[in-house]
């Protein structure tokens, strides 16, 4: 079945430093991919999405690059700041009509000044 | 425009209880998803409802149980609490499948559920 994979975390930088978060996934086709970020106490933000194999989402800073031939869609950013401590999630959703996602275990990423 | 909204926010119940959770998606958004997130498991999908149909199910037993109402606003049930039940609830809306406006679900703040 369909999964995600993520590097485990909790990863920590100092600002300004440049931050790569990995994901890998496993599915069949070509699944749409997601980057969320949920702050502490709320829900999931979308930070950006691909849904073709080569496709670069990019949002405030972050890019993720959908790779098929390595399955995977890596989170990164130039320079991070301490605005940017959250949990990051990587997720898929299938080919189905359904929305359904599946989701990484998430990372956690703490800036300091 | 005002976004997803879930009650309540927090909820402290007892094992062996039932609870009722409730979302109300974007204003036109008429598909409603909601996922389970634990420490442990992390983020679990439980069901998905489009036009007051259940389209998918996650892996969860029967005691969850979901509804959508004819305005969209869908509410959740879990019935005879178990400790394990502990967690954060979280409700996405999105527009219609297949629609050219996007395929993304935006996620309501959760509601989060204490079993004792």
């Known amino acids: 079945g369909n999964s995600v994979t993520q590097m485990e975390g909790p990863v920590t930088l100092s600002e300004e430093a440049f931050l790569t978060i990995n994901c890998t996934y496993t599915a069949t086709g070509y699944p749409s991919l997601f980057w969320y970020v949920q702050y502490p106490g709320e829900g999931l933000q979308l930070l950006l999405k691909?849904?073709?194999?080569?496709d670069k989402g990019s949002n405030k800073g972050f890019e993720a690059t959908y790779r098929k031939e390595t399955t995977s869609f890596h989170l990164e950013k130039g320079s991070v700041q301490v605005s940017d401590s959250a949990v990051y999630f990587c997720?898929?959703?299938?080919?189905?009509?359904?929305?359904?996602?599946?989701f990484g275990s998430g990372t956690r990423l703490l800036v300091r000044p | 425009k005002a976004g997803v909204t879930q009650t309540p926010r927090y909820l402290i119940k007892t094992r062996g209880q039932q609870v009722t959770l409730s979302c109300s998606p974007i204003?036109?958004?008429?598909?409603v998803s909601w996922y389970q997130q634990t420490p442990g498991q992390g983020l679990q999908f439980l069901f998905e409802?489009?036009?007051?149909?259940?389209?998918n199910k996650g892996n969860f037993p029967g005691r969850f149980s979901g509804r959508q109402f004819s305005n969209s606003r869908s509410e959740m049930n879990v019935s005879t609490l178990e400790l394990g039940d502990s967690a954060l609830y979280l409700c996405a809306s999105s527009f219609p499948p297949g629609t050219s406006v996007g395929n993304e679900q935006f996620f309501g703040p959760g509601t989060r559920l204490t079993v004792l």
């Open positions: 409802y489009f036009s007051e149909t259940q389209r």
């Open positions: 204003s036109g958004h008429r598909s």
């Open positions: 997720a898929l959703r299938g080919l189905d009509s359904s929305y359904k996602l599946i």
């Open positions: 691909a849904t073709k194999a080569d």
